[in-house]
């Protein structure tokens, strides 16, 4: 199945092995940066990323309610491997008007996503793309009632608006290059925007 209410399949076929064997070169990338899984409640605990394209800052305003977006150095380390898979798909497959942040995510063999919404102003911006490098079918999102395993070389739009929830059952670690954008293939005008800020921001810094 290519497509439910809460997944579609927008690419196939891309080669990501480049960006795998980059990475497994550089495994110190991993370590960099660690607040995505580090904050008090965070549903990415089992998680490690790296940020070719992140927030102006990693605190709690700028990463929920900026919608800017800034290569980081990372993006130069990577671009020969980066830029010929995401290129083609955000300038011709998805003609993206708008570029948010860039990561990429492993999740551990064993470890899960807890479910969760993205919120915020910066996460009712922008639509969200998985690009998948490595994963079995043991390694899946869920999102509402849909769950769905995407396999390497393929790029998916999910709604990251609705509860979702990741587990990687299988024995390899599971890397997905996560891409935020803006198109009028998945518009997020029709999504409703988050209604609490305050009780937001609370439960990211983990205040009662
Ligand atoms: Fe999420």
Redesign the pocket.
């Given at each position: 199945m290519t497509r439910t209410a809460r997944f579609e399949r927008v690419a196939v076929g891309l080669d990501v092995e480049p960006i795998r064997a980059r990475l497994e070169a550089m495994p110190h990338l991993w370590d960099e940066i660690t607040a995505r899984q580090e904050y008090t409640g965070s549903?990415h605990k089992d998680t490690q990323c790296i940020y070719p394209r992140g927030p102006y800052k990693f605190t709690p305003y700028y990463y929920m309610f900026d919608k800017g977006a800034y290569d980081y150095p990372v993006m130069d380390t990577l671009a020969d491997v980066l830029v010929p898979v995401l290129r083609p798909l955000l300038a011709g497959v998805l003609q993206v008007e708008e570029l948010g942040r860039v990561l990429i995510v492993k999740l551990k063999p064993g470890g899960v996503?807890t479910p969760?919404i993205?919120e915020g102003t910066y996460a009712d911006h922008y639509a969200r793309f998985h690009v998948a490098v490595t994963g079995t079918d043991k390694a899946t999102l869920t999102a509402g009632p849909n769950t769905q395993h995407f396999a390497p070389g393929e790029a998916w739009w999910f709604d990251?608006k609705v509860t979702?929830s990741a587990r990687n059952d299988g024995d390899t670690d599971r890397i997905h290059i996560i891409i935020d954008a803006v198109t009028a293939r998945f518009p997020m005008r029709k999504v409703p925007v988050s209604d609490n800020v305050a009780t937001t921001v609370a439960s990211i810094v983990g205040n009662p």
């Open positions: 549903a996503v969760h993205d990251h979702h």
